[in-house]
């Protein structure tokens, strides 16, 4: 199995990027899929998921509003779309494929992950 992502880069503030992770090796249409990033001496965080129809899709609240996370199962390939681009979301993004996303009015988590990419970075310039 193996996933590749793509589509970092350097950008100015308020610009936009969209990364794409293209997973191979095994069919990934039944499972959830999503994007985590890691700063500079950070810990690894969510920043989006989706369900595997498409129909459900999870944000952290730093990016909501900004990102557009969304799939397209016949080429096992997860994509997130980031607009209005801050510094503060300079990381290393991952996708993630698998797992279980929990979300209530007060919880929103993603773990038990089955793969991970390699990463992407991502450089947001001030």
């Known amino acids: 199995v193996q996933l590749q992502a793509s589509g970092g880069g350097l950008v100015q503030t308020g610009g936009s990027l969209r990364l794409s992770c293209a997973a191979s090796?095994?069919?990934?249409?039944?499972?959830?899929m999503g994007w985590f990033r890691q700063a500079p001496g950070k810990e690894r965080e969510f920043v989006a998921a989706?369900?595997?129809?498409?129909?459900?899709?999870y944000y952290a609240d730093s990016v909501k509003g900004r990102f557009s996370i969304s799939r397209d199962n016949a080429k096992n390939t997860v994509y997130l779309q980031m607009n209005s681009l801050k510094p503060e979301d300079t990381a290393v993004y991952y996708c993630?494929?698998?797992?279980?996303?929990?979300?209530?009015?007060?919880?929103?988590?993603?773990?038990?992950?089955?793969?991970w990419g390699k990463g992407t970075q991502v450089t947001v310039s001030s």
């Open positions: 993630a494929v698998g797992g279980t996303v929990v979300s209530t009015t007060s919880v929103l988590n993603y773990y038990g992950i089955d793969y």
């Open positions: 090796g095994r069919t990934f249409s039944a499972y959830n």
């Open positions: 989706i369900s595997w129809t498409g129909a459900k899709t």
